[in-house]
Each structure stands twice: as C-alpha cells, then as structure tokens.
C-alpha cells in the first residue's frame, strides 16, 4: 500500500510540474487536420502548359483595336511586339497597369517595342479607355477570347479576372 501512494506521488507531482500550455499543444498536435476537396487538375492549364511556346514563334492574330483598324501580328514584322492581356477596361489594376506602360512609352520606343494590350472588352470600350487615361499604344478586342486561348491565358477565373 506505501509503494502505490509513493508512485501516486510521484505521478503528482511530475504532472504538476508541466505547464498546462504544452499539455494542450499537444493535445492540438495529434489533431488530425479536415481534408477538403480539391479541384479536378484538368480545369487549369498547368503553367508549363501556358509556356510550351516560348522560344517559338508567337501564334498569328488579327484582332479590331479601340482605334478603329484590325491588327495582325505580321503588321509589326521587324519589331518587338509586348502583347499583354488585362481581364477588363476601367478597373482599378488593369488602369495601373495600362498607365505604367503609358508612362514608359519612351522606353519602348528606343527598343524599337510595340506595346498591344487585349482584353475581352469591346472596340468601343476601349475607345473610351484609351482616351480616358490618354493611353499611347494600341488597345485590341479578343470578344471571342480566340486569342486569349490561343496564347493559354484564357483560363478559370481565380480571383478578379
């Protein structure tokens, strides 16, 4: 009977000792996590897969611009052609982005760049844009988003666009 009140003790005061902290952080430890459900990988084309074409030769385009003239890729043979795509006129990232590449036109001009921005909006949308924000470069619609595929940025939306 002494040696269990003895152990009992013992027991007693080693638990007395630890700080109840680690007992609980312990206690979260073993804690298994919920699993969620993730999205099918098919529905976003991987990054790679976006990129397989660089090192090649940019997929061919003719697109209608806020300016009233088609564009094709080939009316800007023997330059370089800085093509980006914005989710949509008039928004406050695609207007800080548009503004920046406004900004440093110069630049661009001194590397013999031209600079093509290519939502989803219409001709006149961009109309409207370009002269908002006095923009210097030309704006092309993609409403049919063939372009935008074709240059795998045309994918689920993740946040804004």
Known sequence: MAVRKKA???AARKSAKKPATKIVKKAVKKK????????PAAAKPKAAARASFLGKAAPAFTMPTGDGKPISLS???GQ???LYFYPKDDTPGCTAQA???RDNMAAFARENTVVIGVSKDDVTSHARFKEKYRLNYLLASDKDTGVCEKYGVWVEKNMYG
């Open 8 to 10: 009992a003790k013992k």
């Open 32 to 39: 298994a996590a919920p699993k969620t459900a993730k999205k």
């Open 75 to 77: 009316d800007f043979k």
């Open 80 to 82: 370089r052609v800085l």
């Open 99 to 101: 503004c920046e590449l």
